[in-house]
């Protein structure tokens, strides 16, 4: 397994348009958390996923986005009418609750960079 | 909710010099926290945690501190190699202890000397 893994790695689209990005995270890491970072800041938490469920979304999840983990492994983040402030890098982490000690180290994949036009 | 953030947007420092990058946290009620290094094009990737019952950890070549009086919290690498250039983010975990609810602060760029 080679770590955390998002496709496409950029995304070019015009305003109004519909993207999706795919996250396959770490296999049997049962936790999957979107995050998104604009230039020069930290990234902020969209949405997390404990094996299927969708236990917890931001208030920056705004009606346009949406997120699916099916089958509780791989998930994708679909962003309806996108808008030039959609813009940002959007990634995807995972983590296990098997790990012991620390609540549990997020892996980070190298994320999906969307440009809104 | 947690708020961290980093006093110094910038670093610059002489490869083979230690580096220092210091963070402050709001919320008392943080469980633990993380430093992150973002190279350029990457994801963020852990370097070591501290939890809030200790003050010190080290790992190799890092030594994280946290001053709970303070609310301060601060990275320290040694002997710094070009390889560290990277942006560095602190984030914090509520004592509800998932790392659902981690907040970045906003990153230190490290840049390395010759």
């Known amino acids: 397994d080679t770590g955390v893994s998002q496709d496409p790695r950029h995304k070019i689209t015009k305003r109004g348009q519909n993207v999706t990005f795919r996250c396959d995270p770490i296999s049997e890491h049962n936790r999957l958390y979107w995050y998104r970072q604009t230039l020069g800041q930290g990234p902020e938490f969209l949405t997390y996923?404990?094996?299927?469920?969708?236990?917890?979304k931001s208030r920056l999840l705004s009606d346009r986005f949406s997120a699916e983990r099916p089958k509780g492994s791989f998930s994708t983040l679909e962003i309806q009418r996108t808008e030039q402030g959609d813009s940002a890098m959007y990634l995807c982490a995972s983590s296990s609750t098997r790990t012991s000690g620390m609540s549990g180290e997020l892996f980070f994949g190298e994320g999906s960079r969307l440009t809104v036009l | 909710g947690e708020s961290v953030g980093l006093h110094l947007p910038t670093l610059s420092v002489q490869e083979g010099d230690n580096s220092i990058i210091n963070c402050a946290y709001s919320n008392s009620a943080s469980d633990y926290f993380i430093w992150y290094k973002q190279e350029s094009g990457k994801g963020p990737q852990f370097i070591i945690d501290?939890?809030?019952?200790?003050d010190k950890r080290q790992g190799q070549r890092v030594t994280v501190l946290l001053n709970k009086t303070v609310k301060h919290l601060s990275l320290q690498i040694a002997a710094t190699q070009p390889g560290d250039s990277a942006v560095y983010f602190c984030?914090?975990?509520?004592?509800?202890?998932?790392?659902?609810?981690?907040?970045f602060g906003s990153g230190t760029q490290l840049t390395v000397l010759p």
């Open positions: 996923f404990q094996n299927e469920a969708q236990l917890e």
């Open positions: 984030a914090g975990v509520p004592s509800s202890g998932s790392a659902r609810q981690l907040t």
């Open positions: 501290i939890r809030s019952n200790m």
